[in-house]
């Protein structure tokens, strides 16, 4: 069979032209192929590598971004000392509002020399009915105020429930840069 094609090819000068116009482009192909194909293949597999880091590093530039935006905010909501007054005012009139009766209020300074923030503690008691204390004390927990429950202590007396509360928060204690 293999003698019958190359006798038929020796013969007919169209079937041998068309074949080896086949077989040159056929070594084009595979040549082409080698040259150029092979290798860009591996410039694309480095390239799809580099592309997959960027996107790595814009979506960290994006997350570094709003955790920055977020920071500053947290920065912003942090009151100077000369603020604690209107804290304490709000904190006592939003117990009046819910029916509660507020005695003095007690501050706790402590210091760090290394920070640019203060903590102070400060408590006061409370006295009303247990749903208005309980809506009080959710008040606290979902202002926005950076504030901390340290501790309660409830106690009764004639109906009445009385709060101890002890609360926590962070004051700029300085000008300098606090985050």
Not at 3 to 15: E, I
Not at 100 to 108: H, M, R
Not at 113 to 126: A, D, W, Y
């Amino acid at each position: 069979m293999m003698q019958k094609a190359v006798d038929w090819l020796r013969h007919d000068k169209k079937s041998r032209t068309a074949a080896l116009i086949f077989l040159g482009l056929l070594c084009a192909n595979v040549l082409a192929y080698f040259l150029f194909l092979m290798p860009e293949a591996g410039r694309l597999k480095e390239r799809e590598a580099r592309c997959a880091e960027l996107r790595k590093r814009v979506a960290e530039a994006v997350l570094f971004k709003k955790q920055k935006e977020a920071l500053a905010g947290l920065k912003a909501g942090i009151p100077a000392q000369k603020d604690m007054p209107l804290l304490v005012k709000e904190l006592v009139q939003t117990a009046r509002r819910l029916h509660l009766s507020v005695a003095a209020v007690n501050y706790d300074i402590s210091r760090r020399e290394r920070e640019g923030l203060t903590m102070l503690s400060f408590s006061f008691p409370v006295e009303g009915s247990y749903p208005d204390l309980k809506r009080f004390i959710y008040e606290i927990e979902t202002s926005g105020r950076l504030l901390a429950i340290e501790g309660l202590d409830l106690g009764s007396d004639k109906g009445r429930v009385k709060l101890q509360m002890k609360l926590m928060t962070y004051i700029k204690g300085s000008e300098k840069s606090v985050l």
